[in-house]
């Protein structure tokens, strides 16, 4: 640990900050630590999911709340969760009255790519709009004026939630994981402590152990072991979108329905 980290740590006046992409909501966490940590206010930064890594590698931030896949070198990875895609529509469209879709069933669709798109496709379905819109909440303005759809995770949809629009899981689309980042040269008693506290830990365990990327074996990393690197084939597990509480931040024509949507028995 360099002498400016250590110094950090030992400063009772240090700042932990905290990154985060949008669609993730980590203020169930936020709140524990202010529980935990009085001594150490907590500061939020958001960025945009293309420049997550570079916010950690950078020391802009201590730690942060990602979207994999991301190029780990230098990074200590843990999986956290997987979110359901979705496919947002105009309210009129033959989508909304089923209950969910494949892909093939936008074979027919237009469907907009953002430049800021999180999902990692092999081959986008349908038939791609003209220009890709420079971000999502640029895109699901494009839905509202049916100029297409947009398949996305399912927190993104509700971030940029409209009342003309609706959404649809897309039960075969690639999905996004979210995940916990850091340096692996800067793994603070802070970084420690926050790791512990997304793990559920309570204070009386975390104060003080270290923690071990979760690599499925169950060994949450207490006592004396040392620290390691995440490592890749952890499980992380399922949900249907990102249901933590929000939190208060400071400072930053019709698409055509001719797919064929499973519809409700």
């Not at 909501?25 to 709140?31: H, L, Q, S």
């Not at 004026?145 to 003309?164: F, I, M, Y």
Request: proline share 6%.
């Amino acid at each position: 640990m360099s002498d400016r980290y250590a110094d950090a740590v030992d400063d009772e006046a240090a700042t932990f900050r905290l990154a985060y992409v949008p669609g993730v909501t980590p203020g169930k966490w936020v709140r524990v630590w202010s529980e935990r940590r009085p001594d150490v206010p907590i500061e939020l930064i958001t960025v945009a999911a293309t420049d997550g890594a570079a916010c950690v590698r950078d020391g802009i931030a201590d730690i942060a709340l990602l979207r994999l896949p991301l190029e780990r070198d230098g990074l200590s990875v843990i999986p956290l969760y997987t979110e359901v895609s979705v496919v947002v529509v105009p309210k009129e469209h033959a989508i909304s009255a089923v209950d969910e879709v494949t892909v093939a069933d936008l074979q027919d669709e237009t469907v907009l790519h953002p430049l800021d798109d999180v999902l990692d496709w092999v081959a986008l379905p349908g038939e791609e709009a003209f220009e890709r819109p420079a971000d999502t909440e640029l895109a699901i303005s494009h839905v509202a004026s049916e100029v297409g759809v947009l398949v996305t995770p399912q927190s993104l949809a509700r971030l940029h939630h409209r009342r003309d629009l609706t959404y649809r899981p897309v039960a075969d689309a690639p999905q996004s994981q979210v995940g916990l980042v850091w340096r692996s040269d800067h793994t603070t008693d802070l970084v420690d402590e926050f790791v512990g506290i997304v793990r559920g830990r309570t204070a009386n365990s975390s104060r003080g152990r270290t923690i071990v990327p979760d690599d499925g074996s169950g060994d949450q990393g207490g006592g004396t072991a040392k620290r390691r690197g995440a490592r890749q084939g952890s499980q992380p597990r399922k949900v249907v979108g990102d249901k933590t509480p929000k939190v208060r931040r400071g400072g930053t024509g019709r698409a055509k329905g001719s797919g064929r949507p499973r519809r409700r028995r």
